[in-house]
């Protein structure tokens, strides 16, 4: 079976610093990834994804990730922090050859400080 | 515009009864899929559908129904039977079954009992 785990709910930065969202994971075959961002009130919107292709991914608003087999993590980076990117940010894990078993990660709440 | 759309926003319904959440996209996809999310949770999967006239159940597909009569529809229907359905729902669409493509989401319905 596979399980996702964001290791932290929140995380506070100030605006212009670097911001790290940790995520790892557990699967039993290759997997892929993703990381999806979520406004208040809003639907998910896609950050980037992994499928077995260039270990780091470039995803949208300056956001990227680097998949490590060794560690089972899948952590999302900005080097830079902006206010627009507070949201809730979510990992999701998806086993290779599985009979379709998605499973998300509980998010963690990212907040800009001034 | 291409997209998913959902409706209504807000839903308030009284115990005992069933409601509809209506989901709708443009995007000419083949699979659409159902999520509930839960304050603190990620999302987990209700139903989904790869092709119009079938679908399957997720996690958690007890007390929910679905149709798939139309490419671009997906009702889901909150029977009396769902324990605790007050939630926030999640519409996605993708443009084959596989769970590996990119989902995109609809801006979601919240859903109230009272």
């Known amino acids: 079976a596979q399980s996702v785990t964001q290791l932290d709910s929140h995380v506070s930065v100030s605006e212009g610093t670097p911001v790290l969202l940790r995520c790892n994971y557990s699967s039993s075959y290759s997997p892929s990834l993703f990381w999806y961002v979520q406004h208040p009130n809003k639907g998910l919107q896609l950050l980037l994804k992994?499928?077995?292709?260039?270990?780091l991914v470039k995803g949208i608003n300056g956001f990227e990730a680097e998949f490590k087999k060794s560690e089972t993590s899948f952590h999302l980076t900005k080097p830079s922090a902006h206010m627009s990117d507070a949201a809730e940010y979510f990992c999701v894990v998806i086993p290779s050859g599985s009979a379709r078993q998605l499973t998300f990660g509980s998010g963690t709440q990212l907040t800009v400080l001034p | 515009d291409g997209g998913i759309t959902q409706s209504p926003k807000y839903l308030f319904r009284k115990e005992g009864q069933n409601v509809t959440l209506s989901c709708e996209q443009n995007?000419?996809?083949?699979?659409m899929y159902w999520y509930r999310q839960d304050p603190g949770q990620g999302l987990r999967l209700i139903y989904y559908s790869q092709i119009v006239n079938d679908f399957q159940k997720g996690d958690i597909a007890e007390g929910y129904s679905v149709s798939r009569e139309k490419k671009e529809s997906f009702p889901l229907t909150v029977t009396s039977a769902q324990k605790n359905p007050t939630a926030f729902y999640l519409c996605?669409?993708?443009?084959?079954?596989?769970?590996?493509?990119?989902?995109?989401f609809g801006p979601g319905t919240r859903l109230t009992v009272l």
């Open positions: 996605a669409s993708s443009s084959t079954g596989g769970f590996t493509d990119t989902q995109y």
């Open positions: 992994y499928t077995s292709a260039a270990t």
């Open positions: 995007l000419n996809h083949d699979a």
